[in-house]
């Protein structure tokens, strides 16, 4: 174990015996409700499995390693550490620690216990590859929220193969092109679009790792900003979008603030969907409920004169206790 942790005693919300007994009843719980082929999701999420608000333990595994990625808060107390660690080692994983919070945000996760994982690794979510690093700074490779959205999207590439030969899919945003994945595994000509060099290299990986021709998908270093009203001049038209932006951007001086611009940004992109096409509009932004989050993506399909139907997602199972992501669906008619 690296690092010091403080020993200042502080409440305890569950002691090691409830901690065991809730994994164990948790793990059985997923058995049951994941989808076939899935070996990342969460395992506890916040007071509904006995952890702090905002607390939770992430799995991701394959037939060599099995990490837990457990991520707080506040940094937690040696107690708790130790009750963590007990229980991590009877299960036998590689135990790490992420402390949230915008103090943190270049750090990699710390190890705590069990073999240390130094290099990225695959694990497979609903039969599809993705690439993991626990090195990789704040965030490891994959957001599994999305994990529902990623198969409501496959299903909507399917859906349209059935009434037309090509599906051309724009995943804005894309960070290691989850969505363009589940897309391209579908069926769909895939246009991944993100203003990282690193994330398109790693969205790269992602395909070559599901077995799918870079050659036949494309990949695009930008701003989406800047490609979409561009897209919108030529007149090249797709048949679904997917928006899902950081809260706060900034590139070359220009911002993008989720609360100032997303409805601008869904207008942007209604402006190059092709009919019968869909949008799936996403943003953690704490600030928007569900239902001014859906009223905005109205108001920009009425500004459009687009008609449509909008509908909202869930989140997945396994996050019983978060409320975070707020998730419209456009379908145009
Ligand atoms: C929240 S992540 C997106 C997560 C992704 N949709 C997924 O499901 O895995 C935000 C991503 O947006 C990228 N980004 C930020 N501002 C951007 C911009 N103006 N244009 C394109 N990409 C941007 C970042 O590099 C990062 O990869």
New binding site residues.
């Given amino acids: 174990m690296k690092g010091k942790f403080p020993s200042k005693i502080k409440f305890i919300t569950f002691d090691f015996k409830q901690l065991h007994s809730t994994i164990v009843e948790q793990l059985q719980a997923r058995a049951d409700f994941l989808p076939a082929n899935t070996a990342a999701y969460r395992l506890l999420d916040g007071p509904s499995d006995g952890l702090d608000k905002g607390s939770c333990l992430e799995v991701y595994a394959n037939d060599k390693i099995k990490a837990w990625l457990w991520q707080t808060q506040e940094t937690p107390t040696s107690l708790e550490i130790k009750h963590f660690t007990k229980v991590a080692q009877q299960h036998k994983v590689s135990l790490y620690l992420k402390v949230l919070g915008a103090k943190n945000l270049s750090k990699s996760p710390q190890h705590i216990c069990g073999a240390e994982i130094t290099k990225p690794f695959l694990v497979t979510e609903s039969g599809r590859s993705y690439w993991i690093d626990f090195a990789s700074g704040y965030?490891q490779g994959?957001?599994l929220d999305?994990r529902d959205?990623?198969n409501k999207v496959a299903d909507l590439v399917k859906e349209q193969l059935a009434h037309q030969a090509e599906v051309k899919v724009l995943?804005?945003?894309?960070?290691?092109?989850?969505?363009s994945i589940s897309a391209a595994l579908a069926g769909a000509t895939t246009t991944t679009?993100?203003?990282?060099n690193t994330?398109l290299e790693w969205s790269k990986r992602n395909f070559e790792a599901n077995e799918l021709a870079l050659s036949e998908h494309y990949f695009l270093k930008?701003?989406?900003?800047?490609?979409l009203p561009k897209f919108a001049k030529k007149q090249r038209l797709f048949d679904g979008i997917?928006l899902?932006?950081?809260s706060f951007?900034?590139?070359k001086g220009?911002v993008?603030k989720v609360q100032d611009h997303y409805r601008a940004l869904i207008e942007q992109a209604l402006a190059c969907l092709a009919p019968k096409g869909w949008v799936l509009c996403?943003t953690?932004y704490l600030g928007f409920n569900a239902q001014q989050f859906k009223s905005m993506a109205k108001k920009a399909c009425h500004q459009q004169g687009l008609r449509a139907n909008l509908s909202a997602a869930q989140l997945p199972q396994d996050f019983a206790s978060s409320n975070h992501l707020k998730v419209i669906f456009i379908q145009a008619l």
């Fill in positions: 965030s994959i957001f999305q959205n990623r995943n804005t945003f894309a960070y290691t092109a989850g969505f679009l993100d203003l990282s994330y930008g701003d989406t900003l800047e490609w997917i899902d932006p950081p951007s900034r590139n220009k993008f996403s953690n």
